[in-house]
């Protein structure tokens, strides 16, 4: 190729290399925005959650005889109900990639049927190439999700297991530590289990009105609700970590592009003007012989 023609080729691509650098500093910035709104809403139900944790399993050991739906363990597991959580889109590095390794892995070790329940457009699309239809799936949800959704979604995963429909439910999320670590994990959601529950006590005394067991009916779906939509935030916070930390990379890689290119380009230019110098060059020695 022609000095000339070789620059404008890599010219062209300094520039499309450009275009795409905005693009990925544009994304990285929204997914930081998005991110900063989900990390101040996590990290203030992280204590309403652990305490409504520990005032459960205080008030439950001064019921006795427990019979709440909940609560009951299944004398056989036949089946198990699992909550899978990824994102609605790709950008965001490895996010989806380990929820989708970390759930077949936890499938192959429970070697049980499997029932779906989808939060997200990739696990849906998962759900659906392992040959497992969800039971529901639950697409583009908003990031400062309304908590009279996250009601309405936690009342279909309850009633799919207290109607029999599986014995068992595990929320497989991403657990958000940092803006650089997350790691996939799960949670057995459903049954409750509350095996301290029979020793612990609560760390103050307190006199309930009413009747422990009457606060318990208002107390466990409501714990039931808090948890979910913790863990609903703890899967947002990596989602939108994960995509900001893959926008930068791109944002750096392109950057370190743009810069070996614009070095070819100056290489392939400078060679553009010596080849015409020794032409003229050339040409006016012919003249002279």
């Given at each position: ?271 553009g003007i010596t080849k015409e110098l020794l032409d003229i060059v050339g040409g006016a020695e012919a003249l002279k012989g």
């Amino acid at each position: 190729m022609p000095a000339v023609q070789n620059a404008r080729a890599v010219k062209r691509k300094i520039r499309s290399v450009g275009n795409i650098k905005k693009i990925t500093r544009a994304m990285q910035m929204v997914a930081a925005a998005k991110l900063k709104k989900v990390q101040v809403r996590l990290m203030e139900l992280r204590p309403y959650s652990d305490k409504i944790r520990e005032f459960l399993e205080g008030l439950s050991a001064q019921v006795k005889d427990l019979d709440y739906p909940l609560f009951q363990p299944r004398a056989k597991v036949a089946s198990i109900g699992l909550v899978v959580m990824m994102a609605d889109k790709g950008l965001c590095g490895s996010y989806n990639a380990n929820m989708v390794r970390y759930t077949q892995k936890f499938i192959e070790e429970k070697k049980k049927p499997v029932k779906v329940v989808a939060v997200g457009k990739k696990a849906a699309e998962w759900a659906r190439k392992q040959g497992l239809d969800p039971v529901a799936a639950y697409l583009q949800l908003p990031t400062e999700i309304p908590f009279s959704q996250i009601k309405a979604m936690t009342k279909g995963i309850v009633e799919m297991f207290v109607s029999g429909g599986v014995d068992e439910v595990h929320l497989l999320f991403t657990r958000y530590v940092n803006a650089m670590t997350f790691k996939a994990g799960h949670v057995k959601f459903l049954p409750i289990e509350a095996e301290a529950s029979k020793e612990k006590t609560l760390a103050h005394e307190y006199d309930f009105e009413p009747e422990p067991r009457k606060i318990l009916d208002r107390l466990i779906p409501r714990y039931v609700e808090v948890s979910f939509h913790r863990l609903l935030l703890e899967s947002f916070s990596s989602e939108h970590a994960a995509r900001m930390n893959a926008m930068r990379n791109a944002t750096d890689s392109a950057t370190d592009l743009i810069s070996s290119l614009t070095l070819l380009y100056n290489n392939a230019r400078q060679a553009g003007i010596t080849k015409e110098l020794l032409d003229i060059v050339g040409g006016a020695e012919a003249l002279k012989g």
